[in-house]
């Protein structure tokens, strides 16, 4: 177990600027909800020397209600990330982490969920190279393109025209199913909700003692009273077996 602020330094170590792209791609932070991944990912990033750079999206929502168009100005959605689509403002820097949030080549490698490094910043295009153990090298340069997310539980349909891409030096324990890493860290801010994730978030490391987990003290989760050990809540369907 380690302290929320220590999380990140025992992950990524003190010395972020001196690693390599290909040991910063072989880690991540894991986490139940895409807010903290977001938050996570804001604050590593902060951390590198490079200069920022940031893209901002256009977007517009589809709505069968004509009144949602002015219920819903641009501030409000500019403020919405889904899980699986770019923020509207996209900050990035040089030898960035990111991940590939739409299949555009699967013969080189270019799929959703592939990990790619930034190796250029250009309004159009941008550059990356995968990071990935899949054709690692291989270089992308991306324009901006449409996304909308498909299973929002919103009253209407946000579009997105953005790079997509999104930083990945953390993310949500659903979106790591089928990846392994060398370094896994655990921020359980609050329990897990879905059946499977506390499976899926403690079996993503290669080797089992290179994970180190946050968790924050509730009602259902903590310090065991008397006891150095920590519990969290799991999710179990029964039907599913």
């Keep these: 177990m380690v302290l929320e602020e220590n999380l990140i330094e025992a992950i990524y170590s003190k010395n972020l ?30 951390k590198l020397q490079d200069e920022p750079h ?28 889904p899980s699986g689509m770019p923020p509207h403002a996209l900050m990035l820097k040089k030898g960035v982490i990111v991940m590939l949030l739409r299949n555009l080549n ?9 990990r790619l490094s930034i190796t250029g910043l250009h309004d159009r295009p941008t550059s990356a190279k995968i990071v990935s153990e899949c054709n690692p090298g291989g270089v992308l340069f991306l324009t901006r393109v449409e996304l909308a997310p498909s299973d929002v539980n919103l009253p209407f349909v946000l579009k997105r025209r953005q790079f997509p891409l999104i930083p990945a ?15 896994i860290g655990i921020y359980f801010d609050e329990p897990v ?8 978030a ?27 050990k920590y519990f969290t809540r799991n999710v179990v369907y029964q039907e599913v077996f």
């Design 193 to 200: 909700f879905s059946h499977g994730q506390l499976y899926v």
């Design 106 to 114: 699967s013969k080189q490698g270019f799929c959703n969920g592939t």
């Design 17 to 46: 600027n001196d690693m390599e792209v290909e040991q910063l791609a072989k880690r991540v932070i894991l986490a139940p909800t895409n807010k903290k991944t977001l938050e996570k990912n804001r604050s590593i990033i902060a």
């Design 54 to 81: 940031t893209f901002y999206s256009s977007g517009s929502i589809i709505s069968e209600d004509q009144n949602d168009l002015q219920k819903y100005p641009p501030e409000f959605l500019h403020d919405l990330t």
């Design 202 to 228: 403690l079996s993503r490391s290669r080797n089992p003692n290179h994970v180190k987990i946050y968790t924050k003290t509730s009602e259902v989760q903590g310090k065991l009273l008397n006891n150095e």
């Design 169 to 183: 030096y953390a993310m949500t324990i659903n979106t790591s199913q089928g990846q392994t890493f060398d370094q």
